[in-house]
T-cell receptor
Framework: DVKVTQSSRYLVKRTGEKVFLECVQD?????MFWYRQDPGLGLRLIYF???????EKGDIPEGYSVSREKKERFSLILESASTNQTSMYLC?????????????FGEGSRLTVL | GEDVEQSLFLSVREGDSSVINCTYT??????LYWYKQEPGAGLQLLTY?????DMKQDQRLTVLLNKKDKHLSLRIADTQTGDSAIYFC????????????FGKGTMLLVSP
């Protein structure tokens, strides 16, 4: 089975702190994604990556950056956390663009910014 | 732009059928998906349908696609309390990087 692992299930940070959310997948998938999930807003795409060292902005990239130094790992970085970044963050991966596009999700990281 | 709409809440009794509806706007959609999210967990793919199909059945799940009206539905037969979850409809457009666009999710509550 494909496994997408998010290193932290729950985090509490203070405004202005730098936050790293880590995600690792074990199935050699080309594509990796970061979404945030908020009540009433569903899932919104922050950034995605289709190859090592490649990244593309999603629908809401402001306030975030990403890093993909290795194929299996995709990190989401909040340079200076703000209270409006309190959310559930979901990492996902997919095989490649030629496949069905099925996404495999991690369990999520719930971030609270005080 | 792409948009996926679905009703936010559905309540049914155990043993009844549930029907969750979804509409989308992108006519170039190639695949359409139904994902399930249980409390405190990530999303899990339930089923998907290719855009040249009208129907797909998988055990208790039936997906109907009306491409003309851009309408997708998920029917769950003999709904169980374990089916209580949030169900997300998603589409994959054949453009750019073909990322998925998700609806806001339908919370299904199954009462005994």
């Amino acid at each position: 089975d494909v496994k997408v692992t998010q290193s932290s299930r729950y985090l509490v940070k203070r405004t202005g702190e730098k936050v790293f959310l880590e995600c690792v997948q074990d199935m050699d998938h080309e594509n990796m994604f970061w979404y945030r999930q908020d009540p009433g807003l569903g899932l919104r795409l922050i950034y995605f990556s289709y190859d090592v060292k490649m990244k593309e902005k999603g629908d809401i990239p402001e306030g975030y950056s990403v890093s993909r130094e290795k194929k299996e790992r995709f990190s989401l970085i909040l340079e200076s956390a703000s209270t409006n970044q309190t959310s559930m963050y979901l990492c996902a991966s997919s095989l490649d663009l030629a496949s069905t596009g099925e996404l495999f999700f991690g369990e999520g990281s719930r971030l609270t910014v005080l | 732009g792409e948009d996926v709409e679905q009703s936010l809440f559905l309540s049914v009794r155990e043993g009844d059928s549930s029907v969750i509806n979804c509409t989308y706007t992108d006519s170039s959609s190639t695949y359409l998906y139904w994902y399930k999210q249980e409390p405190g967990a990530g999303l899990q793919l339930l089923t998907y349908i290719f855009s040249n199909m009208d129907m797909k059945q998988d055990q208790r799940l039936t997906v109907l696609l009306n491409k003309k009206d851009k309408h997708l539905s998920l029917r769950i037969a003999d709904t169980q309390t374990g089916d209580s979850a949030i169900y997300f409809c998603a589409e994959r457009a054949e453009s750019g990087y073909s990322t998925l666009t998700f609806g806001k999710g339908t919370m299904l509550l199954v009462s005994p």
